[in-house]
Each structure stands twice: as structure tokens, then as C-alpha cells.
């Protein structure tokens, strides 16, 4: 199938360097919130990319739960096809595809795990399906049937259906430590607006980039 005729045009504001803040994450905490008061749907959904030993590249959708200086953090079980990704190689790439804004966010970093007060904070906050649903996965393992899974969350209803469903010891958060964020704005004929952020020890680089 030949879509090479899809094209639209990206009319849009211009992104100018005495716009941006000089911190990226507040600069990625103003475009967030525009994206939430735009109504895009799930602004926090992000692509994360990582790659392990064999560096065979890696893609998913997880959402962001949390984000400060310290850098963007997502939850997920240890034992998943990402977490040894992560193992073997720490470093990972973030993006954040704004397309109702015309707008992407990028980050690139190092992974490191959040505490486990940090895990614990979050598990307890979210609803007791997903707190069961946690024990129940072996994450990226092959299962023959749902009919499988559907029995293990029986038992996990019944196992835990006297007070709190704690916290596995095999599921919790990581912490993208930003190193690159790029800011890319959609502009008219491709000649699109672009400014990446580099860590330089305590401060950031900031530069346009060409589009």
C-alpha cells in the first residue's frame, strides 16, 4: 500500500528560544499542561524505548506517573522483557507525540530505580483491580490461554480479600534521568521548530536545532 500522498500541513505557532524556560523540566511541565487543558487524550502516554546486551531496539507505550528535577518516572514488574532491557543496558528514550498540539517531546537518559517508599506511595494510590492485576502478570511470559490468567486473578481476590493487597516485591517504579530533552514544534513546508536541552554538569545547553 503506497500512503506517501498522507501530508498535512502543520500550521502552528512558532517555538522561539527567548520562549522556552531555561530549566526543560519546566519547560516540559508548561507543555504538558497545555496538553491536558487541549483535551489530548492520556498527555502522560509515552513511548519508551530501550534496547538490551543484544542491542535489538525495544518500543512500548507506558504512562508517566510522576515527574520533578530528579527526572520521569513509570511503574512496571521487574521481571518484564523491559526491566531486562534495563538491566543490561540503563539508559533509555523517551516520547511524548502531542500530535493534536503539532508538538513532541524527547528525552534521553539514564534509568535508575525510584525507592521503595516511592513504589509503595504510588501501588497503595491505585485501584485494587490494577493492585491484583500486578500479582497476577508474569509480564511478557507466554501463557497458553486468558482463561489462565482470568483463574489467577480469582485467587488473588480470594487470597487478598481480608484488608490491603501489598506491594510485590517484583513490580515498581524507574526513573528516567534526563540527560537530552528536544522540544519539537510542528511548522509549515517541514520547516519545523526544534531545541534540544544538554546536560552540561549542573547547568543545560540549550541550541536549535536544524529541522
Not at 26 to 52: C, D, K, V, Y
Not at 106 to 121: F, N, P, R, Y
Not at 144 to 169: C, D, H, I, N, W
Amino acid at each position: 500500500m503506497d500512503i506517501g500522498d498522507m501530508r498535512r500541513d502543520f500550521e502552528s505557532e512558532g517555538l522561539d528560544r527567548e520562549a522556552l524556560s531555561d530549566d526543560p523540566v519546566q519547560q516540559f511541565e508548561t507543555w504538558f499542561s497545555h496538553a491536558r487543558e487541549a483535551g489530548i487524550l492520556e498527555p502522560n502516554a509515552m513511548s519508551l524505548a530501550t534496547a538490551g546486551a543484544n542491542s535489538m531496539p525495544d518500543l512500548r507505550t507506558v504512562l508517566l506517573k510522576y515527574f520533578d528535577e530528579r527526572g520521569f518516572v513509570f511503574y512496571t514488574n521487574y521481571e518484564s522483557r523491559k526491566a531486562h532491557e534495563i538491566a543490561e543496558n540503563p539508559r533509555a528514550a523517551l516520547l511524548f507525540p502531542w500530535i493534536g498540539l503539532n508538538r513532541q517531546v524527547c528525552i534521553q537518559g539514564q534509568v535508575e530505580k525510584v525507592s521503595k517508599t516511592e513504589s509503595l506511595t504510588y501501588f497503595a494510590s491505585r485501584p485494587r483491580g490494577s493492585q491484583i492485576g500486578a500479582w497476577v502478570s508474569e509480564q511478557s511470559k507466554a501463557i497458553t490461554s486468558r482463561g489462565l490468567l482470568e483463574q489467577k486473578v480469582a485467587e488473588m481476590k480470594r487470597k487478598f480479600s481480608k484488608g490491603e493487597v501489598p506491594l510485590p516485591g517484583f513490580w515498581g517504579g524507574y526513573r528516567v534521568v534526563p540527560e537530552r530533552i528536544e522540544f519539537w514544534q510542528g511548522r509549515p513546508s517541514r520547516l519545523h521548530d526544534r531545541f534540544e536541552y544538554v546536560r552540561k554538569g549542573d547547568d543545560w545547553l540549550i541550541q536549535r536545532l536544524q529541522p
